[in-house]
């Protein structure tokens, strides 16, 4: 054998084995998905229909947050097959002797822990309507021109996450806001790894109230079924055995001196998906639906005697993200095992014409 023919020999037998070692780290890395995907996904609810209370837009008004006290806080909210309307009023008391100006509102697009369901990640909210003391205010989402933003909008919100408004808090007085918006509760998943439910849900974060001074002095959350969502079709409702229900579909939560922490925040998984949902004649009728809100008076509450209601099924059935998966490790995973073989075998038959004498 030539010299030459000898390099021939050693490059195809070097360009064969990094081949083989290519094809092996592949489909080890094949292997090792099939086991660590399955787990890769937070756990809990997506795309949750979700409100929460207001808090400072800027970091350089958090300099006031203990001189501003949640009062009272009452919370109405309407629950329909794929969407929710919420109307909250507050009143916020100035514990100062000075007047206090703060760009107040809500971050969207976000997310907060929850001890049972690991995470509660929330989407938009729609047709936002703020009330200053009963006088109508301007709200903006703030944008990417903005020129005043602080870096913890920018890095830890995103700068178009915000919906934002100027609120005065006058010293000695109580100052009441009031909002109402539209959320979108179909389009929530259940996961778990790579297993997923669809199905709507609805969140109201509660714990944001903790950013204000204090504790928030009184409360109360109600909560109406609508549109002939029955009881029994509440899967899951948090926090367990705090809402209390009279037997017709409305319930109810009443609290005092209340710091809340993420088990206070209220998490209802109910009905069906449906398909070929639409928000836009929703969003178009919103009017008619604060009007609701505002007649959700204590006549609503009238019916049988209230008593705790408890679901506390939030287990994802579906298995088939994870069925998919070992099926697809199966079908690429089996053909580069043979590949694989088949390259070992011909650099073993390779090596062992090399090693006989000529």
Known sequence: MTHSENQISITSFDLKNHFMKRISLLLIFVLMASFAFPNAA???????????TFIPAFAGDSIFLGSIRMKKEDIHILLYPGFGVVKGEYWMENLTDSTILLNTGFPINSGVDHPVLYAVQ?????????QVDGNEMAVRRLSRYDQDLPEMVRRDFGVENWYVWETKFEPGKLTKLTVYYLVNTNDADLREGYNVDHGPAFS?????????????????????????LEEDEIEGILPEGKLNSNGTGFFEWKFTNLEPEPTDNVVVRYGE????????PIQQDFAKYYQLLDQMDESWAS????????????????????????????????????????????VRRSRKKKQSPS
């Open 122 to 130: 929330f989407t938009d909210l729609y047709e936002l309507k703020v």
């Open 273 to 280: 998906f449906q398909e070929n949902f639409n928000l836009d």
């Open 204 to 228: 109201y974060i509660l714990e944001t109230g903790k950013a204000w001074g204090s504790t928030i002095g009184e409360g109360r959350i109600r909560m109406k079924l609508m549109e002939g």
């Open 42 to 52: 937070m756990p809990g609810f997506w795309s949750v229909g979700a409100g929460q």
């Open 303 to 346: 019916g049988d005697e209230f008593k705790p209601f408890t679901r506390a099924d939030f287990e994802v059935t579906d298995t088939f993200g994870r069925s998919l998966l070992a099926i697809a490790v199966v079908i690429v995973g089996t053909p580069l095992l043979i590949i694989g073989l088949v390259i070992w075998l011909l």
